[in-house]
């Protein structure tokens, strides 16, 4: 499947996001998940785009942004 380098972009960026809640508490860690939320919106909706436009079936575009990000070294 060819993926736009834009949702690999907006996927990295979620995941980085969601790892700065680590350690994490009180007022820092509610505007940290705010921060991921927004990403997470953000990459779930250019999913979403992107399956409609392809006709590719949502789960399958976001199954293969996540392993390309997650585990590059599957892809080779």
């Known amino acids: 499947m060819d993926i736009?380098?834009?949702?690999?972009?907006l996927q990295?960026?979620?995941?980085?996001?969601r790892a700065k809640l680590a350690g994490?508490?009180?007022d820092e860690h509610a505007?940290?998940?705010?921060r991921w939320y927004d990403a997470a919106?953000?990459?779930?909706t250019a999913v979403?785009?992107?399956a409609q436009e392809t006709g590719t079936p949502r789960y399958q575009?976001?199954?293969?942004?996540?392993?390309?990000?997650?585990?590059?070294?599957a892809d080779g």
């Open 4 to 9: 736009p380098d834009r949702l690999l972009d």
């Open 12 to 17: 990295k960026a979620a995941d980085a996001e």
């Open 24 to 26: 994490l508490d009180g």
């Open 31 to 34: 505007a940290q998940w705010k």
């Open 41 to 44: 919106v953000e990459i779930q």
């Open 48 to 50: 979403t785009e992107h």
């Open 61 to 73: 575009v976001e199954a293969a942004v996540k392993k390309v990000v997650r585990h590059p070294s």
